[in-house]
């Protein structure tokens, strides 16, 4: 079982030969890579300009992914092939130019304007003070993953106790991975940080929001148990497609006898390994 209680020192462990460590492949291109440990802890004050610059640069990338699937719909297709066709009657090279290139630059700043927006949004509201946002709570939590020994930050993930009637749960935000630390496991054990961590705090679900441009996230969730219940149109959907995923999962309490607390300090226990 995991525990997560106080300002503590998460080590993953990850190599059935070192049970203290999570290690990943700092190069996953050679054929000698370079191995390293990578540890989840509470976001420190220290850490906020790495912090909203990974944020907003990981962020910021979803928006050629979200426009390359945005052309490749039929609805765009359709509308490029009749501006094409509108622009050879009118008997105007220019105008069978100029046509398709303004739709395709509207469909560009839709997507453009839906995650850019978002980033600036959230650089002025809770990322401002992540502390006050965040950490000002004991039912809420932010943490990093940094490299053990260089404290690089590359990834994060934060939770916020919610109220609905007498339900209590948590929404996971600000889920973020370096891209050069991704598809090694990391995204896996965030979330399953935020799971313990919610169902220490006896949560009855965990629930988030992601986009339909974010393909990996989504199958990230699906697999760790979450299931989408709601499928909504972003304002930007007409040009840019995109939709905005609701998933949620439902916690089961869990067998406190089977925690460990160091004072200020705890560890996974991942059992049969």
């Known amino acids: 079982m995991i525990s997560t209680s106080g300002d503590c020192r998460l080590t993953l462990p990850f190599d059935r030969r070192r049970k203290d460590q999570l290690v990943f492949p700092a190069s996953y291109n050679t054929e000698s890579p370079v191995v390293m440990a990578l540890v989840i802890r509470r976001y420190r004050p220290s850490d906020k300009d790495t912090v909203l610059t990974l944020f907003s640069t990981c962020t910021r990338e979803h928006i050629s992914p979200c426009f390359f699937n945005a052309m490749k719909s039929f609805y765009h297709f ?84 919610k109220q609905s009637g007498k339900e209590r749960y948590g929404e996971l935000f600000r889920m973020i991975i370096a891209p050069e630390f991704r598809r090694a496991g990391l995204g896996s054990r965030l979330t399953e940080t935020v799971l313990a961590f919610s169902k220490e705090r006896g949560f009855s679900k965990v629930m988030l929001d992601t986009s339909s441009t974010q393909q990996p996230a989504v199958a990230l969730y699906k697999k760790l148990g979450f299931r989408l ?3 909504r149109p972003d304002w930007t959907v007409w040009m840019s497609r995109i939709k905005i995923l609701r998933m949620e999962k439902h916690l089961v309490k869990i067998d406190r006898p089977n925690i460990k607390l160091h004072s200020r300090k705890c560890k996974w226990i991942l059992k049969n390994l």
């Open 78 to 161: 359709s509308v490029i092939v009749a501006l094409l066709n509108a622009g050879y009657h009118l008997g105007s090279v220019f105008a069978a130019v100029l046509l398709p290139a303004a739709w395709t630059g509207l469909v560009y700043f839709s997507c453009y304007i839906h995650y850019d927006g978002f980033v600036r949004l959230k650089l002025n509201s809770d990322m401002a003070d992540i502390v006050g946002s965040f950490l000002s709570r004991p039912d809420d939590c932010f943490w990093v993953a940094e490299v053990e020994g260089k404290g690089q930050v590359v990834g994060m993930v934060a939770v916020v106790a």
């Open 229 to 231: 219940v709601l499928e």
